[in-house]
């Protein structure tokens, strides 16, 4: 009885009446659901421009200087004078912070601006060019690619010396290759478009193409592609800071200061959990905001 | 399909041919003089008499190409050098190491599926339900935190507070538990959602509905189904994984103070220790290629959709050849 008891209700469901309605509730549903993800992509997005502004900013509501050597209050426990403790040279936890935020934040966007664009345009001339140009620089990427990407960024960052600037180029150096494969395989999609033979037929000259009918239906996956790595690169950087490769010793900087706490993680621990919490929230916020322009620009595509 | 595995096996020559190139190059363009680093470990400066001899013996003053040269003719011999530092031959350094982080990989990669499967399985069978939801935001967290962050806490909770591991991981044995956990924390944050994905894009499929029409019992169709047919996929992901881990664990070993490889690496860069460097990033990238290759074909063996796949590709391929010449646009 159960059994015919279900059927039965999956025959109903399966009335025109109701596919009607369903399709209707359907379609209602899906405006909603993409009205939710533009608010959702405005929200994350001012969220972000925030922080951007925010880490600029910050060093001025500093309590401290973040510089200042205090040795008689070398790892003090968070009090109300210093509200996140102090470091192994007393230096003031919460300064340190708000100072170091924005070679953190700003690294990983430079990082992810310069990859984006050199990986777009090797990317793109390998997918429209073809040919030997194309299997000479995708056995590059390749190659590139085999090497343990940590280890790879390290051996550069030390090959140049550290310090911010290295470490930006280190970082470039390896993850241009992800950028390109992307760029090259949607440029080779919309190259069989239609629309893209249409317009050489009428006459556009080869380069016209490219920039004005390619590029610009091909930029969609990289725009998410970047905007998702901002938050991985964050996290890489901090690594590398945290191999005292990221910047010099004196500046703050989140992954410098997890270094310094690592020493004295079991008497002090507050050394560590808030430079490490502050990395956190920012990755959090620009994961948030990477995956709500994936959800804007991609919205088949399920979360992944 | 053996066409395949042949091209591919052939792929390897070029890819391994720049890769040799770049690791050299990093290393040739490194700032400091090996010879000198190596006659100034003592803490005196090297005379330069000394220097000049030792630079010749070493071939520093060859051109680039002869260098080059040398060097991959001594890899074909299985010479990758002698290690500056500890005056072991690399190789040797190596294989010293390795073991260690490949028991750390393995370990953490089997205690990540064991914890991320389950867990993804119920994310998707509850999809969108409170417990899809909190799982779904706990790995979303999880994935948002350094690894040495983690590392460092769970240094703090396990090791400090509750004293149930220690907090240096070498010339102990429970030692490689601090950073297996390190890894499966941080993997399983994306193994979570990616196995949560692949089961309900399986369970979206014509042959589920059909299973379920036929009246067969709903753990059925998730286990011998939807499972089943997502399992290679997921095994494939962390197949590739295995590879890109050996190479990834660096910092992780080093916050536990892990005796792996990674932190060899590190250490041979920070002590500017040329050969070992070198020797390093090329066999890790050899076994990262070897490794990707050997899970693509054993995937499209257990998989017979990707077999087909590989097929139907190849007879693509063929259609466009024969085709193509009177294209209109090139």
């Known amino acids: 009885m159960e059994a015919i008891k279900s059927f039965n209700e999956k025959i109903d469901g399966l009335k025109p009446s109701s596919i009607i309605s369903k399709s209707a509730a359907k379609i209602r549903k899906r405006a909603l659901k993409k009205n939710r993800t533009k608010l959702r992509f405005i929200i994350w997005s001012c969220i972000a421009a925030a922080l951007f502004v925010f880490v600029i900013i910050a060093p001025a509501f500093a309590p401290y200087d973040p510089y200042a050597i205090d040795l008689k209050n070398t790892l003090s426990a968070p009090s109300d004078i210093h509200v996140m403790g102090t470091d192994y040279v007393g230096r003031d936890i919460l300064s340190r912070i708000l100072c170091g935020g924005y070679r953190s934040v700003y690294a990983a966007v430079a990082v992810v601006a310069i990859t984006a664009t050199i990986g777009t345009i090797i990317g793109t001339l390998c997918g429209y060019i073809g040919g030997a140009f194309d299997v000479i620089v995708m056995r590059i990427t390749d190659a590139f690619q085999a090497f343990p990407s940590l280890i790879f960024t390290i051996a550069v960052a030390a090959m140049l010396g550290g310090g911010m600037l290295n470490a930006i180029v280190a970082m470039c150096a390896i993850s241009w290759t992800s950028y390109a494969r992307m760029a090259r395989s949607s440029v080779m999609s919309v190259k069989e478009r239609t629309y893209v033979k249409a317009a050489l037929i009428t006459g556009s000259s080869k380069a016209s193409v490219l920039f004005k009918t390619i590029l610009p239906n091909s930029l969609g996956s990289i725009i998410v592609m970047a905007s998702m790595h901002v938050s991985n690169e964050i996290l890489a950087f901090a690594g590398l800071s945290f191999l005292g490769l990221g910047t010099a010793k004196p500046f703050p900087e989140w992954g410098t200061m997890l270094n310094d706490g690592q020493q004295t993680l079991q008497t002090a621990p507050w050394t560590v959990i808030f430079p490490g919490l502050a990395i956190f929230a920012v990755v959090i916020i620009m994961g948030m905001f990477g995956d709500s322009v994936n959800e804007l620009l991609n919205p088949d595509k399920d979360d992944n | ?330």
């Not at chain 2, 399909?1 to 391994?16: C, D, E, S, T, V």
């Not at chain 2, 992780?252 to 460097?277: F, H, K, W």
Request: charged share 15%.
């Open chain 2, 1 to 330: 399909m053996k066409k395949y595995i042949i091209k591919r096996l052939l792929w390897l020559i070029p890819i391994m041919f720049i890769v040799s190139l770049i690791a050299f190059f990093l290393m040739y363009l490194s700032p400091g003089d090996p010879a000198a680093i190596y006659l100034s470990q003592g803490g005196d400066a090297p005379d330069a008499e000394a220097l000049a001899a030792l630079r010749e013996q070493l071939g520093l003053n060859d051109p680039v190409w002869v260098q080059y040269g040398r060097w991959v003719g001594n890899i074909f011999r299985g010479d990758l050098g002698t290690s500056i530092f500890t005056g072991n031959p690399v190789a040797q350094e190596i294989a010293n190491y390795f073991p260690n982080t490949l028991k750390l990989t393995a370990l953490s990669m089997a205690l990540t599926l064991a914890v991320s499967i389950p867990l993804g399985i119920l994310c998707a069978v509850f999809e969108n339900k409170w417990i899809d939801v909190v799982l779904r935001v706990l790995s979303f967290i999880n994935g948002s935190m350094p690894g040495f962050f983690i590392a460092m806490l769970l240094i703090l909770i396990l090791g400090v507070r509750l004293r149930w591991l220690p907090t240096i991981s070498s010339g102990s044995a429970l030692g490689i538990w601090m950073p297996t956990f390190t890894l499966a924390i941080a993997l399983s944050a994306s193994y979570v959602r990616q196995i949560r994905n692949a089961i309900i894009e399986e369970l979206g499929q014509d042959y589920i509905r059909m299973e379920r029409a036929k009246g067969i019992k709903e753990w059925a169709v998730l286990f011998k189904g939807a499972l089943k047919c997502a399992l290679p996929r997921i095994l494939t992901l962390a197949g590739l994984n295995f590879g890109a881990l050996l190479g990834g664990t660096s910092i992780i070993e080093i916050v536990c103070t892990y005796q792996g490889l990674g932190r060899l690496a590190v250490n041979s860069i920070t002590n500017r220790d040329y050969p070992l460097m070198q020797g390093y990033v090329l066999v890790m990238a050899f076994i990262y290629v070897i490794v990707n290759l050997v899970v693509d074909i054993l995937h499209a063996y257990v998989d017979p959709r990707v077999k087909q796949q590989y097929m139907k590709s190849a007879v693509r391929k063929k259609v466009r050849l024969t085709d193509g010449s009177n294209k209109v646009v090139q």
